[in-house]
């Protein structure tokens, strides 16, 4: 019950909490932005069967890989980019978190 509620907690409160911390003036497209992050998980589609509640997606996704975490950590840096990156790194965070309480 508590693995659950802590992958979509992080993937729906934490970028809430940054936007409202972090982006004020802006918080709902920043939020939108971050939430967006959820799309790398269209890599999912490739995968057979598509959803195995025991199967960790880091490292079995194309977009779940150590190569694209460090794409997603570099576009924290340019400040144009920094929301999108803030997105997909809360998202592999979660699914770190999932898989470790596996």
Partial sequence: ML???????????????V????FKTQFKIAYLIMISGMLIDLDHIFA???FDPNRCS?????????????IYVL????KKTRLIG???????????VDCLMM
Avoid at 3 to 11: D, E, K, T
Avoid at 19 to 22: D, K
């Fill in 75 to 78: 576009l924290l840096i340019p």
């Fill in 19 to 22: 936007a409202l911390l972090f």
């Fill in 58 to 70: 880091i490292q079995f996704h194309p977009l779940h890989t150590y190569y694209a975490v460090g």
């Fill in 48 to 50: 057979n069967p598509m």
């Fill in 86 to 96: 803030l997105g997909l790194v809360i998202h592999i965070l979660a699914d770190i």
């Fill in 3 to 17: 693995q659950p509620f802590l992958h979509y907690g992080i993937h729906f409160l934490l970028p809430l909490a």
